[in-house]
């Protein structure tokens, strides 16, 4: 089912909360904050495949200290799918089913991480993911 004009309306009040990041914080001309809502708005419809993709998708941008700009809502929309992939995780192994996160050893030093076996290393690829997603939000924007 594709997103609902409704539905999207309502994503695009959040993502409007977060300042814009290039140069002035906030629109203060109604018809430059009527274009903004109208780019997020096309851009969500455009890459999200149903309702609750566009909630994923904005709830990830939410966590971004600026106002996303379409390419990164598309970058966003682009990793659900391996994300998605790794969520279906195989059974836990023996040393795993306790935790999904396991004492390893890093150059000598014991620390918490994920197991060898088929499912930690689904879970892995999920953590390496994410964290280059937040990176991406976090990262100072170019003026
Ligand atoms: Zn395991």
Redesign the pocket.
């Known amino acids: 089912m594709p997103t609902t004009h409704a539905h999207v309306k309502k994503l695009v009040d959040r993502l409007v909360t977060l300042p814009s990041g290039q140069g002035g914080m906030f629109e203060t001309v109604e018809d430059e904050r009527k274009a903004v809502r109208t780019e997020l708005g096309k851009a969500l419809e455009r890459y999200a495949r149903s309702d609750a993709d566009a909630t994923t998708i904005v709830d990830r941008l939410m966590e971004g200290k600026f106002r996303p700009t379409p390419g990164e809502m598309k970058a966003v929309a682009d990793a659900l799918p391996a994300q998605r992939q790794a969520a279906r995780l195989p059974e836990?192994?023996e040393?795993?089913q306790r935790s999904d996160f396991?004492e390893v050893e890093r150059n000598g030093v014991s620390a918490a991480g994920r197991?060898?076996?088929a499912?930690?290393q689904r879970l892995a690829a999920a953590d390496k993911l994410r964290a280059e997603e937040l990176e991406r939000l976090h990262g100072e924007r170019r003026l």
């Open positions: 836990p192994c040393t795993c396991v197991c060898a076996c499912r930690g």
